[in-house]
Each structure stands twice: as C-alpha cells, then as structure tokens.
T-cell receptor, first 110, second 114 residues
Framework: DAKTTQPPSMDCAEGRAANLPCNHS???????VYWYRQIHSQGPQYIIH???NNETNEMASLIITEDRKSSTLILPHATLRDTAVYYC???????????FGTGTSLTVIP | GAGVSQSPSNKVTEKGKDVELRCDPI?????LYWYRQSLGQGLEFLIY????????KSGLPSDRFSAERTGGSVSTLTIQRTQQEDSAVYLC????????????FGPGTRLTVL
C-alpha cells in the first residue's frame, strides 16, 4: 500500500529552485522520510533523509512539517542533470515493506 | 571505493527457463535488498536480508522467486520457470546495518523473457 503521495510530474526552469512535495499523512513515529532519485537507466541515488527536523546537505534541503504529515524536497538551483524521477519513501527500524511508489518525474527546462 | 555490483547486466531468456541474478554488496554492509522495476513503473520491493537471514520475504511475487545470501555478502536471486511478466530491471541495494541506513543501489540487471 502506498504510504506516500507525490505528484506524477513537475517542470522547473534551470537555475530556479525545485520544490517537490510529498504527503505522508499516516506516517508512524518511528518512520524516517527518505528521498531518492533515479536518473534514466541508472539505479536510484540517495539524496537526503530526516525524522522531525529540517535537514540540508550538499544536494538538497528537506523540510518536514511539524505534524510530519508532509515534506518538501528542495533543490536550490536546479540544473539539467537534476532531471530524474524523485521518490519519497518512509523507512522504519522495524520490519516493514519498502514502497517506492511511482515518484515525481522532474524535468528541468533550459 | 567499490559500489554495489550486479551481474549480468543484461539477461535474455526463454519462457520456462530458470535464471540466477547476482548481487555483490558494498564490503561491510550487512543489509541487502532486492527490488524490481517494470518498464515505466516504480520500484517494487522483493526481499530484505540482514546478514544471511531474510526477515522480510513478503515482497516475493510467487514461489518461483527465491533468494539466498551466503557469507553475509553475495546474494543470488533465482527465478524458476520464468514468465514474460517477469521481464523487468532487477535492482540490488545494500546498507551498512539497519533498515534506516542509506541504501546504495547497483546498476541493475535487465531481464527479458521471450
């Protein structure tokens, strides 16, 4: 069963910030929010993850709402190489099925 | 350092034949995962190993699918009596220890069943 909901596709102008939303209204207290992306014909690549606090690394920022029911991945200055499918998934320490869903297909436009 | 490797990169087989797909995880990673991705679809979880044991086999689609891991390292995914609907890219990932550790993916094996 899908535990996350993402828009199927988005466009973003090159150089602008790309904001990718994810809804996870049934998230459990022990579930982390992870973001991966998959560039065509490659294996998925880790981007960032968080539990409650906002996180930032060299690739992106992750904003998690206070109630943890939604999050936003921010690519601050999108480049053409950021065109990919972006997956928002929930992972917990306890055994559960990892569901990647169909993600958001982001197209960065020159 | 070396990432996750998978072999073969491509496999074409005839319906009804058995196939074995191999995954070499990153050295020292105790957790290993298998997924499959059909054309235009998201990733479908198949099985998860912690060491040599598989606490979660819930994603295996049928009893034609099995997987093993030996020595806490290499894993093989076996599909018996392949069917055309088994055609997909099979992805392997490994993580350091826990399920919440970052998963590093291999390049995948593209399986085509004729």
């Amino acid at each position: 069963d899908a535990k996350t909901t993402q828009p199927p596709s988005m466009d973003c102008a090159e150089g602008r910030a790309a904001n990718l939303p994810c809804n996870h209204s049934t998230i459990s207290g022990n579930e982390y929010v992870y973001w991966y992306r998959q560039i065509h014909s490659q294996g998925p690549q880790y981007i960032i993850h968080g539990l409650k606090n906002n996180e930032t690394n060299e690739m992106a920022s992750l904003i998690i709402t206070e109630d943890r029911k939604s999050s936003t991945l921010i690519l601050p200055h999108a480049t053409l190489r950021d065109t990919a499918v972006y997956y928002c998934i929930l992972l917990a320490n306890t055994g559960n099925q990892f569901y990647f869903g169909t993600g958001t297909s982001l197209t960065v436009i020159p | 350092g070396a990432g996750v490797s998978q072999s073969p990169s491509n496999k074409v087989t005839e319906k009804g034949k058995d196939v074995e797909l191999r995954c070499d995880p990153i050295s020292g990673h105790t957790a290993l995962y298998w997924y499959r991705q059909s054309l235009g679809q998201g990733l479908e979880f198949l099985i998860y190993f912690q060491g040599n044991s598989a606490p979660d086999k819930s994603g295996l689609p049928s009893d034609r699918f099995s997987a093993e891991r030996t020595g806490g390292s290499v894993s093989t995914l076996t599909i018996q009596r392949t069917q055309q609907e088994d055609s997909a890219v099979y992805l392997c990932a490994s993580s350091l220890a826990r399920q919440t550790d970052t998963q590093y993916f291999g390049p995948g094996t593209r399986l085509t069943v004729l």
